[in-house]
């Protein structure tokens, strides 16, 4: 049985087929919720009838009209991280964008537009490379995180090109988003207020997040919303609504103080400055004249921004590191760079090495580790999208994303002739703003930039190769294409009105059968991927040894034992020292140079705990063994030796560091939590490296058929 997923027309052309039918089922649908909830007396019960009529009434609703998932998608970015445990707003919205994909081609002739290629090549190929990235990722976890939160984003990118109908259902869409961010901006403002009245008491910074759960985040949407609004604001037929939309734009820069962000602080100002110089209508005198109010606008807001926050945007404040530990950050991603400047540690994967580098890096402190959510480690991030992408993907994923902006604002650029120069517009100012802006900030998932990317593609689409007058399209001025072409006729369909309603469909054609051949391509990649991993992989042998760090010399009954960091440091500092790995080399028994013996042993400290382990990894059975045996006894003897002012142990600034030790205390620094070494054998991942041939392959067929289409 066929679902009916065409494309509708608007709500307004639509006939109503039996509606006393269609209420009656209404009414039982709703009388039977209820029923269901109050029978039952388990808020359990109650909480899963809810919700699951709540997602049968929303997949009817996108599957009856499956553009509504744009209005869906546009005003979500509001509440992104609104859900319970891993269900969040935007996964949730993204799951149901592919759903409606693939239940439409599968149960309906549909097919998406036929988009030329300068709409998606370059995200495709940045995706592509963030996949393949996965053959030198260092965890399979990791790998899958960051890539599943690019892939969010890219949805985005793809609701707005598949989905959208026609510049007013963009229009549309935006302006249920703008009046959305309205009340949200009001809390804002009062929350922070009122968050200011007991700070003293709460501690803590007054930072609003609204519903994104990242106040930079947040920040980013508020100074997006300014050039999106401002197009409504020239578009608005009366004075008094002018004001209204003046208004709205005022709310929306001081709920941006509120947040606290720097970095959207600077957004927001290139996007004033990017409003005053290029807006449209103005000749040169006039151009001018808007460009000087345009910085003195900008400076007078900073200047009203730091007498509101003193905290974060007074001059002490906004150069100050403030405790955002983004010096520290960026020092330890730059120290990285060299590690794999070419392919990068794979997408995800440096965020789990930053706890560890922040300990060997020189030239900074732990001060972004006192907050116990930092010591995760996905809890820290380089803050920097370019340093983030030189260290995941490299400098070849750096040059694709950089080339994928270029595409970006080349396709809106072009769009400045067509119905959607509005947008093109407001989507060069907000994708330039956050261009620079993702220097303070770092996220494959910025859902609005996203946005702008299917904005950007979703007016370059094939047209149809035929005589009709719907090969005209995106003219202003020009009634709807349905009224130009189209004369009704009885018991006959409306077809789909826009400017991308006749549009050629994606109709990918190969020599032979898609599928068969995507199976078959599939095959082949995952053969190639676990071959290869198989034949160039080697097995490696790790062992390593734990200690456990305490201040057993200052035991305080009415506080326990306690840690600190400059006691875990000296023992960490040891652990890496010259010294001890000539006493492991000379325990073990072991031939060649101690850099070798350095590439080999890593001494960390997993999540800032008082925890060290020290953990050695070789290609040699027998070597791994022989190390793992001396690990820990060799750090004991060369622990005794600085206590006992042997030699003096130094920090990654070469300044000497004391064990902070009473001088009559002569008990251990730190206690083996295993007396003997785990060792473990790591096998090439056939398996994983076959799936990802796989995908890699598929993922490769499907960008070459969609540009062989039309050939």
Known sequence: MAIPLRLPTPLAERRAVRPFIHAIEV???????????????????????GVLFIAVAAFALVLSRPSVVVEVAVITMWFDSVGAGPIRTGRVVSFLAIFVLFARLAASDWKPPALLPRAWIMPAVFFLWSFVSGFWALEMGSWIQGLLELTLGFIYALIIMLYIEN??????????????????????????????????DIGGENRIVGFTGNANAYALLLAAAVPITVVFMRRAKTTFERWVYGF?????????????????????????????????????????????GGFVFVAAGVFLAGIMNPERYSLIGFFGDAGAGRIELWNAATSSLGVRPIHGYSIGGFRTQMLDVLTKVSGGSLEITKPIGNRNASGLEVHNTYLTILLDLGIIGLVIYLTTMLSVFKNLWDLRATQWRDWAWAGFGC??????????????????????????????????????????????????????VYRERPNSEMPFAGERAFAAPLDIRLRYPFRWVLVVVMVIGFLAGSMGAKVLGTPTYSTYGRV??????????????QITDGRIQFVLNIARSERYLAE?????GLTGSLDQLASEIDSTRPGFSPIIRITATTTDPDRTRRIGAVLIDALDSVVDSARSGAFVVLDEDLRSVSPDVDPDYEGPLHLHIFDESITTEAVPRTAFCGVLGAGTAALLLIIAAMLLHGR
Do not use: C
């Not at 649908?29 to 388990?42: E, M």
């Not at 399209?473 to 709807?480: E, V």
């Not at 492991?584 to 073990?588: D, I, K, L, P, Y």
């Open 27 to 49: 009414v039982a649908l709703l009388a039977g919720a209820g029923a269901l909830a109050f029978l039952s007396s388990d808020r359990t019960v109650m909480l899963v009838v």
């Open 167 to 200: 510049e007013e259902h963009l229009a549309r869409s935006f302006k249920m988003w703008v009046w959305t961010g309205v009340p949200i901006a009001i809390i804002s403002y009062l929350l922070y207020n009122k968050i200011e009245e007991v700070q003293a």
């Open 248 to 292: 709205v734009i005022f709310g929306f820069m001081v709920a941006l103080v509120t947040t606290g962000s720097r970095g959207g602080l600077v957004t927001m100002g290139i996007i004033v400055i990017y409003v005053f110089v290029t807006y449209p209508g103005l000749d040169r005198r006039q151009r001018v004249k808007s460009t000087i």
């Open 431 to 484: 994708n330039a703003a956050m261009v620079v802006g993702a220097v303070f900030g770092s996220g494959y998932n910025l859902k609005f930039q996203w946005t702008v990317v299917g904005i950007a593609g979703a007016g370059f689409v094939r047209n149809r190769t035929t005589g009709r007058r719907d090969r005209i399209r995106a003219h202003r001025g020009l009634p709807a294409l349905r009224e130009s």
């Open 548 to 561: 456990l760090v305490l201040n057993l010399d200052t035991v305080d009954p009415r506080f326990g034992v």
């Open 584 to 588: 492991v080399q000379r325990r073990a």
